[in-house]
């Protein structure tokens, strides 16, 4: 299992991720944003506002909505 140990926001709807193994993947999630949770990050302002939580080792949003680490390393691209 891989967690996410630094978020950058990056460009439009990607984020710059470091995960425990050191790997740094650019990772997309405008196609992921559909659904009731993910509605309030289409405003990239929000979007901006991503953070780590810590208990969960991944990217959080002050909603609450997540994304599984592995998820982000899998489709993530290396830097």
Same mark, same amino acid.
């Given at each position: 299992?891989?967690?996410?140990? &630094?978020?950058?926001? =990056?460009?439009?709807?990607? *984020?710059? *991720?470091?995960?425990?193994?050191?790997?740094?993947?650019?990772? &997309? *999630?405008?196609?992921?944003? &559909?659904?009731?949770?993910?509605? /309030?990050?289409?405003?990239? !302002?929000? =979007?901006?506002?991503?953070?780590?939580? /810590?208990?969960? &080792?991944?990217?959080?949003?002050?909603?609450?909505?997540? =994304?599984? /680490?592995?998820? *982000?390393?899998?489709?993530? !691209?290396?830097?």
């Amino acid at each position: 299992m891989h967690f996410v140990k &630094d978020v950058q926001y =990056f460009a439009d709807y990607k *984020l710059k *991720l470091t995960f425990e193994d050191s790997i740094v993947k650019i990772v &997309d *999630l405008k196609p992921h944003l &559909d659904g009731e949770i993910f509605e /309030p990050l289409i405003d990239i !302002e929000y =979007f901006k506002s991503v953070r780590i939580n /810590p208990d969960i &080792d991944t990217v959080v949003w002050s909603n609450e909505a997540d =994304f599984s /680490p592995d998820f *982000l390393y899998e489709i993530g !691209e290396n830097t």
